[in-house]
């Protein structure tokens, strides 16, 4: 089996309606992070674990995202007239990050669906699958661990964090064997648990390699958890079959599909920003005085 992981999918087609209204009209996944928009994050963590292609799932209405990362002459030249070379060079960067390509989930049926609109692409290759509101920010990228996982087992990868008691039904639970340092072995899962089913504390959490039979699975999967094709309910048939292996990842995740989460990766992001930081860390102090 070739193991080398080289492409990946950003499933961006959601409705997000967590963050409604202000996803009414622009995609949840272009909200800003200070001043990047939070896909551009998740395009160069794949980037910096070695992925080469990236396909993003988008819908009707979603199409600043492939602006976003298209080459923007007019604005470059003017910023260079200007003498602002740094900005230019940052811009053009974006539109160099990868190879990007974009497809259209047709109708909204889920997280399964949305990856199904990949095999194409995908082919028969291994391939890591970043959700498109997960935001993971650390030195070492959250997707790179998990590549490196697929590598060493051979096996589909899930990207872990334990969850609280209240959360995990939000979530999905893992049942998990220790192998190594935050590696595990997972044998089964559940999207969504109610109290009774609770598997682990340990939830899947925006990151997965999987091999590329998981399309025939998805295939024959039937609707879960909302009346939607679930990935997790896929990755629980793969899981059972051959086991899973699943990476606790490092890295701080921000769930940019709900208000709190997308505040928090805000603030902590807006203290750590060369240009801003240290004015809006005097900010926050004189606003709690
Ligand atoms: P979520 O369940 O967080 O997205 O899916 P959602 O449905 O947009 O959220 P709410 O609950 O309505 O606020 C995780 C990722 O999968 C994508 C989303 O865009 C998000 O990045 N997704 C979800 C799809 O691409 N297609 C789908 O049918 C569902």
């Known amino acids: 089996m070739d193991k080398q992981v080289k492409k990946a999918v950003i499933p961006a087609a959601g409705l997000g309606t967590r963050m409604l209204p202000a996803s009414k009209a622009c995609p949840k996944e272009m909200l800003p992070i200070v001043d990047k928009p939070a896909i551009q994050y998740i395009v160069e963590e794949a980037v910096a674990a070695g992925i080469t292609d990236i396909l993003i799932i988008t819908n009707r209405g979603k199409e600043v995202m492939e602006d976003h990362f298209d080459h923007s002459v007019e604005l470059e030249e003017m910023l ?9 060079d940052e811009l053009a960067a974006i539109s160099h990050l990868a190879n990007l390509f974009f497809i259209r989930q047709k109708e909204t049926r889920g997280l399964g669906h949305a990856v199904l609109a990949a095999r194409s692409f995908v082919g028969d290759e291994p391939f890591a699958v970043l959700y498109g509101d997960d935001v993971i920010i650390g030195e070492d990228p959250a997707v790179g661990q998990m590549i490196r996982g697929y590598e060493k087992y051979g096996k589909g990868v899930v990207g872990v964090k334990q969850v609280s ?7 999905s639970s893992l049942a998990v064997e220790p192998l190594e340092n935050r590696v595990f072995r997972v044998t089964d899962m559940v999207e969504k648990p109610k109290k009774e089913e609770i598997l682990s504390l340990y939830s899947i959490l925006g990151r997965c390699v999987l ?9 024959k999967t039937p609707n879960g958890a909302g009346g939607e094709l679930q990935l997790t309910d896929a990755m629980k048939t793969l899981a059972r079959a051959e086991s899973m292996i699943a990476v606790e990842f490092t890295g701080k995740r921000y769930d940019m599909g ?5 505040l928090q990766a805000n603030v902590e992001l807006a203290l750590q920003h060369p240009e801003i930081g240290s004015d809006f860390a005097q900010y926050l102090k004189d606003l709690f005085v």
């Open 80 to 88: 260079r007239r200007r003498g602002k070379l740094q900005q230019a």
């Open 165 to 171: 008691q209240e959360a995990i039904v939000k979530y």
């Open 211 to 219: 091999p590329p039979n998981i399309f025939d699975i998805l295939e």
């Open 258 to 262: 709900s208000k709190l989460g997308f």
